[in-house]
């Protein structure tokens, strides 16, 4: 078993790659490492908790701490599909997570 995360660069060129790593604290480490100490990106972490391909979860940030809590081993369940996309401004990341979250009722005022 492994614990999957989608990771796409800034200059990703082609398919986003699946990363698989042998534990959860290897995973939440490349994506402190990724994330500490970027100044000019602005990050997308989608999760799913599920087997289906929904999207849960959507965070947009640019400093760890906005997702530190993924220290807490209650977030990094072997089943969990971690997606991690790199982008050069807020406006481009906003409009990525506006797309994965469409679907949802929520997403709109009626």
């Given amino acids: 078993m492994s614990y999957k995360l989608h990771y796409a660069e800034l ?3 082609g398919d986003i790659p699946c990363l698989e790593f042998k534990n959860w604290k290897e995973r939440m480490l490349f994506i402190c490492d990724k994330v500490t100490g970027s100044k000019e990106k602005v990050f997308v972490l989608s999760i799913n908790y ?15 701490n906005c997702v530190r809590f993924l220290r807490d081993k209650k977030y990094n369940s072997i089943h969990y599909t971690f997606h991690l996309h790199e982008y050069p401004s807020y406006e481009e990341a906003y409009k ?3 797309d994965m979250k469409e679907v949802s009722l ?5």
Avoid at 50 to 64: H, L, P, Q, R, T
């Fill in 96 to 98: 990525v997570a506006l």
């Fill in 106 to 110: 929520l997403c709109y005022t009626s």
């Fill in 11 to 13: 200059q990703l060129q």
């Fill in 50 to 64: 599920n087997a289906d391909e929904s999207i849960d979860s959507v965070y947009v940030f640019d400093i760890w």
